[in-house]
């Protein structure tokens, strides 16, 4: 069932529960998010990214994402939020399109600019009941940091933080805590959330928090995140690389087989029960 995000993510921030956020990105793994929540019977949230929708569609993502939640969601609540959306026009354009969320990140821009671009997308999701969520802080891929210094200065300031929800009235932020987008950290070491700040964080911003590159984070981890504002998780990588191991060994395993749906089916069946798993041990 597709529903508000903004229900959804209230309901949780008040409850200290998380939500888990998945990026999908095709008919397999929007299938297999809508099928976990409903198994699980946790409420999801579907991130599409500008990749996806250059990919897929406008409109075809919102229709798939649409028609999932109904279908394969049953009677879960089941959200759809655009991620990290750089422009105001993808974002106004998202919102017309049904999107009942959306992400404007600007934290690629001295912080002035960025503040003026994310409140001129809040003004404008106003008018349309939509959920804003900005970000401070800087959650670039490793591959992007010289040395580590570089990962801590790039962090949520706690400050500026306040200082950016009080001007751009954003309904929810994401913030660098010391996770990172991308697969390196998962052959690496795993990332460690800087919970001292956080904790600061949370006392100076009275919004729900968001996690970005939640894959590999430990649970234990991410529920005492939970405790101290974080209210979405986003996990992406994980769900990428589940896909393409699943693929490539169906590929191999089924080297004759002529029908696609026989090689996707047990593709979607792996996605399913990863994010299960997932959903099980964060969302509940
Ligand atoms: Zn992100």
């Known amino acids: ?8 993510i209230t309901q949780a921030y008040r409850q200290h529960r998380l939500v888990v956020a998945f990026n999908t990105m095709n008919a397999e793994t929007t299938l297999a998010v809508a099928r976990a929540a409903r198994q699980v019977g946790a ?7 500008e ?3 250059v990919y897929l569609g406008l409109e075809t993502v919102v229709a798939l994402v649409r028609a999932a939640s109904h279908e394969a969601g049953g009677r879960v609540p089941l959200g759809l939020h655009l991620d990290h959306g750089r422009s105001f026009k993808l974002c106004a354009s998202a919102i017309r399109a049904g999107f009942s969320s959306v992400m404007i990140d600007g934290s690629a821009l001295p912080f ?12 404008f999701a106003r008018r349309h009941r939509v959920m804003v969520q900005g970000e401070v802080g800087a959650l670039v891929p490793r591959r992007r940091l010289t040395h580590l210094r570089v990962a801590s200065e790039l962090m949520t300031d ?18 660098a805590v010391g996770t990172l987008h991308g697969p390196i950290k998962m052959f ?23 996690l970005h590159g939640g894959s590999g984070v430990p649970v234990p981890d991410l529920k005492r995140a939970a405790k101290l504002g ?55």
């Open 43 to 49: 409420p999801t949230l579907f991130e599409i990214s």
């Open 188 to 210: 690496r070491k795993l990332p460690k959330i800087d919970f001292k700040r956080l904790r600061v964080i949370h006392e100076f911003v009275r919004v729900p928090l968001v």
């Open 230 to 284: 974080v209210t979405v998780v986003n996990i992406d990588t994980e769900l990428r690389l589940a896909y393409l191991a699943a693929m490539r060994r169906e590929l191999a395993r089924q080297r004759n087989e002529y029908d696609p749906r026989v090689v996707f089916g047990p593709v979607v069946a792996a996605l399913t029960a990863l994010a299960v798993q997932k959903l099980r041990r964060l969302a509940r």
């Open 158 to 175: 706690p400050v500026q933080a306040r200082e950016f929800v009080r001007l751009t009235g954003v309904d929810s932020l994401g913030v």
């Open 1 to 8: 069932m597709l529903t508000s995000v903004r229900r959804i």
């Open 51 to 53: 990749k996806t929708i």
């Open 112 to 123: 002035k600019a960025n503040v003026q671009l994310t409140k001129r997308v809040v003004d």
